[in-house]
Structure formats: structure tokens, C-alpha cells
């Protein structure tokens, strides 16, 4: 059963919530007889019903959030913890959602608007890997920024899959909180560090505009 139910107030917070995520790419999959959303870098989806998202994730990062009592919750994928010095971030969810500041803000706002309450979020986090094997280390800059970040909301971090040298796969249960989480084949990986070196490029060079395994 969905976190919201029929009364009129929840019924146009759903309402307002489907058409937040209209864009979100969804399929259904036999194995799982349920919904998958699929994120790209830079956006987020949460909700309350029998769905699961999933992503790709290589130095990027994915916080995974819910509130266990209204069985509500999501996940964000993004690249960058901010803007940078002198940058200017703005507002809009489907761009500023890339730098993890604002991609932590959407996705909390979204399950607070759905009932749930920031002392009872719990958090899985996912990523952060140095598949672009700069000295920069991106990965890490992403994985001490969602730790600082949900330190300093109260949110408690009950499970995490980060760093390494490995591109991850991985798949979240919001209701139950369940996540899984694959490595990916050496030869996946070259892909995904060829697709997140250009994408770090082009949000590095154009500023937001506002336009399995159990852990």
C-alpha cells in the first residue's frame, strides 16, 4: 500500500509528487514483479509504492533515504558535493540536482512532503568510487560530503558501499529500505569512466542553470 492514501490533501501531494518525477524513465521487471526507476546523474525519484530505483554509479554518489514508519523514501545521484568558489547554484531540480547539496535538499523535501519526518530518516549510501583516477580523488570529495551531510541533519547512516575502483550497480527498495549493490565488469567500467568524465566536463564548463550483494 502507498505511503499516501486517499485523503484529498495526500491525494494532491501525489498528485504533486507524479508530476515532480513525470520524466523519470520507468520499466516494469519480471523477476522482481515490480516498477524500476532508473536515475541518471543528476536526478532523483522517491515513493511510497512497491517500486525499486536503481542506477550506475563510478565516482558519482547515491544516498539512499526513508522514513520506515509512512514506508516512504528515495535516492539521488550526483557527481559534484557543490558548485565550487564564485559558481552559482540555483534552484531548479532538474540541473542544480547535480551537486550533492542540492540533490540531499530535493530528495529529503520530497519525503518530508509525503508525511515523512527528518528524525526518522534512516540513510544507505553508494559510490564514490576513484574509477576517473585523478589526483582530486572525486569520489572521496563525494563520500566525506554525504557523511558531513547527513551528520549534520541528524540522519543516521545504517548501511554504505563506497570508494574502491569499481563502477557499482545499485538497487533500492524505498518501502523497505532494502538495497543491493553489484560491481561491475572491469569492461563496464571503462564505459562508465568514459561517460562520467564527460558529464564532470560539461557540468564543470556550463554552470546549473535551473532551467547484488545486501548491505
Request: hydrophobic share 40%; charged share 25%.
Amino acid at each position: 500500500m502507498s505511503a499516501l492514501s486517499s485523503h484529498p490533501t495526500q491525494a494532491r501531494i501525489k498528485a504533486q509528487l507524479a508530476l515532480e518525477f513525470s520524466h523519470i524513465r520507468k520499466s516494469f521487471d519480471v523477476k522482481l514483479d515490480a516498477t524500476v526507476a532508473k536515475i541518471l546523474p543528476g536526478e532523483y525519484y522517491a515513493t511510497g509504492e512497491h517500486e525499486y530505483i536503481t542506477t550506475t554509479l563510478g565516482s558519482c554518489v547515491s544516498a539512499c533515504l526513508w522514513d520506515p514508519l509512512v514506508s516512504f523514501g528515495g535516492m539521488n545521484h550526483f557527481m559534484l558535493p557543490d558548485a565550487g568558489e564564485g559558481r552559482m547554484e540555483f534552484g531548479g531540480a532538474s540541473d542544480a540536482a547535480r551537486y550533492g547539496s542540492f540533490a540531499m535538499e530535493h530528495l529529503i523535501n520530497a519525503i518530508l512532503k509525503a508525511g515523512g519526518r527528518r528524525e526518522r530518516l534512516r540513510a544507505k549510501i553508494v559510490g564514490g568510487g576513484n574509477v576517473l583516477q585523478i589526483a582530486t580523488n572525486i569520489g572521496g570529495r563525494n563520500i566525506e560530503f554525504v557523511r558531513d551531510y547527513l551528520r549534520n541533519e541528524g540522519i543516521q547512516i545504517v548501511g554504505e558501499d563506497v570508494g574502491g575502483r569499481a563502477g557499482r550497480l545499485v538497487r533500492f527498495h524505498p518501502v523497505s529500505g532494502a538495497a543491493a549493490v553489484k560491481p561491475l565488469a572491469s569492461t563496464e567500467s571503462r564505459g562508465l569512466v568514459d561517460a562520467e568524465g564527460s558529464y564532470k566536463s560539461n557540468i564543470e564548463r556550463k554552470p546549473a542553470t535551473g532551467e547484488v550483494e545486501l548491505f
